[in-house]
């Protein structure tokens, strides 16, 4: 059976934007007819999103799934680590919880997920034209190399050709991609085929000198500089650190998030960021909640328990409180649902240590957590207006008491959710309400706001805009060639 061609994009660091290579790229060639199906083998996100199969996988998957025009799969990130503590992590593998392990443990048995991360890339490649793979991190982090399964570990597992990409936009490129070729293994250079500079500001004519250096330092060629696109910051962030990249309204009216130490599935707000008329302020540890915040949004949350001392630690409960006693409304989402609520019990210590703590306070609900997890592609409606919404569920536990006799969503004949008598304290377990215009229309006019944003659209354009970009200024059929030179020295996908 021929092997189907891939291509694997590395990077010299974390944010380098492997991500956005991987959906531009998936989208430019689904548009030359190919059949494209993205991949990643070991992702570490909070950022989750559930997969056509009911699974877990990266939001970069889902993005990079829609950006190729197809249904976002679990094989598509077969392993998942989503962080629970500074030095543990949730496992996830093919879209099922696998384990609880510390990093060190981690380390020491992430071989033996190889088969699994081979298996799910099998898959996937029998029934596409090209497989896009994304690494994790850097090659250049020898430290982990023992076991890799996320960069060329992979690769070489999988026999899948290299680019390397490298970000000028945080300095040092040259160095970064030199140094990465110095710590590679004679065997790990030969698999990289060429290099990509990312994020570049200005004229690239002037870098030329730079990509000569790197050839000649490396014995890689470019295949291209790619200018900063501002359409790109439209995509929905996986990582935390990516809270404050986009959408920097002058809209006058303000939602207050909390930055809490477990954040999740923050790309939930990504819509109310994108509109004219708000004014989305993340607000950092040591940071009141403004005081003139019209609303303020609990986010999601990887440790309920946890991040609600935390965010008691920073005072935000105090100005929470206040917040409504001054009239102003308060959205919980998932875990940030669980914490308006009085109690949140444990009892097997599913979230951290058994126990039952107190909530906020300001839902009349209590909180029940279990091992049973929740991960379900959803449709309903918006009780107040029928609005329709589409979204998912990804959570722990169940929640009841009075207020969840007054839900906010009806999802497929079942109630969800449940708001306070006067309506200002509300909370779901549904993420990706806000992606629905209906529902995010009718929640704003609920404010006074109104919105003008059309989401889905938003995003098409930005995959769109991101092909004609990578079309313009990267190689792509060099990558092809690239992509089809694979060699079938394994079984992997045969």
């Not at 986010?299 to 001054?326: E, F, M, N």
């Not at 308060?330 to 949140?344: E, N």
């Not at 609900?365 to 009780?383: E, F, Q, R, V």
Request: with cysteine.
């Amino acid at each position: 059976m021929p092997v189907t061609p891939a291509l694997m994009i590395q990077a010299t660091g974390s944010n380098a934007g492997k991500s956005t290579l991987v959906a531009g790229l998936a989208r430019a060639l689904v548009r030359r007819g190919l059949k494209v199906a993205p991949f990643k083998p070991q992702n570490m996100s909070n950022n989750a999103a559930v997969a056509i199969d009911g699974g877990e996988i990266g939001r970069a998957q889902a993005v990079q799934a829609r950006a190729a025009r197809m249904a976002p799969s679990v094989h598509m990130n077969p392993v998942l680590l989503k962080p629970e503590t500074d030095m543990g992590a949730q496992i996830i593998v093919q879209g099922k919880r696998w384990g609880t392990l510390r990093a060190k443990s981690y380390l020491e048995k992430k071989a033996a997920l190889l088969p699994a991360v081979l298996e799910s890339f099998a898959r996937l490649a029998r029934e596409a034209d090209i497989v896009l793979v994304e690494g994790a991190g850097s090659p250049a982090e020898i430290n982990l190399r023992a076991g890799d399964i996320a960069n060329m570990g992979f690769a070489h597992a999988a026999n899948v050709p290299v680019l390397l990409a490298g970000d000028i936009d945080r300095g040092g490129v040259i160095a970064s991609i030199a140094g990465t070729h110095l710590v590679l293994e004679p065997e790990e250079r030969a698999r990289i085929h060429g290099f990509i500079i990312n994020k570049f500001r200005g004229d690239p004519a002037l870098f030329d000198n730079g990509l000569t250096a790197i050839t000649r330092l490396t014995g890689w060629p470019s295949l291209g500089v790619v200018p900063w696109l501002p359409q790109a910051a439209w995509l929905p962030a996986e990582d935390a650190v990516d809270l404050d990249r986009t959408h920097a309204s002058s809209g006058t009216r303000i939602i207050a998030v909390p930055v809490l130490a477990r954040i999740a599935n923050f790309d939930d707000l990504d819509p109310l960021g994108m509109e004219p008329g708000v004014k989305l302020v993340f607000v950092r540890p040591g940071e009141p909640i403004p005081g003139n915040a019209d609303v303020v949004i609990i986010p999601g949350s990887k440790s309920t328990i946890g991040d609600l001392a935390y965010l008691r630690a920073q005072g935000w409960d105090i100005d929470i409180k206040a917040h409504v006693r001054r009239g102003g409304h308060v959205l919980g989402l998932c875990g940030g649902y669980q914490m308006l609520g009085r109690t949140i019990a444990d009892p097997d210590g599913v979230d951290g240590s058994p126990g039952t703590v107190d909530g906020l306070g300001l839902l009349d609900i209590a909180t029940l957590m279990s091992a049973d997890k929740s991960t379900t592609l959803i449709s309903g409606t918006h009780c107040a207006t029928g609005a329709a919404i589409e979204g998912y569920e990804i959570h722990l536990g169940r929640s009841e008491g009075t207020d969840c006799a007054r839900p906010l969503l009806t999802i497929d004949g079942r109630p969800d959710g449940a708001a306070s008598i006067d309506g200002r304290v509300q909370g779901t377990y549904v993420h990706g309400l806000f992606t629905s215009d209906a529902f995010r229309k009718a929640w704003l006019a609920n404010l006074g706001i109104a919105s003008t944003l059309a989401y889905e659209t938003r995003i098409e354009t930005a995959l769109d805009a991101l092909a004609d970009h990578f079309e313009t200024h990267l190689d792509i059929e060099q990558m092809l060639k690239i992509a089809r030179s694979r060699q079938s020295t394994n079984d992997s996908d045969a």
